[in-house]
């Protein structure tokens, strides 16, 4: 029997699944070489197109979405609690693929500096303000766009 109280987070949490299964699709249609292992192959390059034009890292983006919406979709708020962990390794992870892309991956630095990470899509400025303030690059200037 569904309660009232199950339905939405339900639905909500099967539409996060869904997009977040939908996100890793369209990466491995456009990105070739991405995979569990962190590595640079020599004929790799910078792919700037689909997802990869509006976020670094959307398999990473694609990942925290499942990450959060199974639990809800399976209705275990136990689930919800391994989520800021889950989210902490994904960070260390984006934090060190990014370390080694720079290093290795010609044409990278640029394309850092025209592409948002995942963090900088959503910072809250402050509750006093009620808005957020999406970077518009890397000094620090920021575009404030009321809620």
Not at 15 to 27: E, H, R
Not at 29 to 50: D, K, L, M, W, Y
Not at 93 to 110: N, Q, T
Not at 129 to 138: A, Q
Request: hydrophobic content about 50%; some cysteine.
């Amino acid at each position: 029997m569904i309660t009232r109280w199950q339905f939405p987070t339900g639905a909500l949490g099967d539409a996060a699944v869904a997009v977040a299964m939908l996100i890793c699709f369209f990466v491995f249609r456009e990105n070739s070489f991405a995979s569990a292992t962190v590595e640079i192959h020599p004929e790799q390059e910078v792919i700037s197109t689909g997802l990869y034009g509006i976020v670094r890292h959307p398999m990473y983006m694609g990942a925290l979405l499942f990450v959060v919406g199974l639990p809800l979709a399976l209705g275990s708020w136990w689930g919800l609690l391994f989520v800021p962990a889950i989210a902490g390794l994904l960070a260390w992870r984006l934090v060190d693929e990014e370390r080694l892309l720079v290093k290795s991956l010609a044409g990278y630095s640029a394309y850092r500096s025209r592409v948002r990470r995942q963090d900088e899509w959503f910072t809250y400025r402050g509750l006093e303000t009620g808005c957020f303030v999406r970077p518009r690059s890397r000094n620090n200037r920021f575009a404030i766009a009321s809620r």
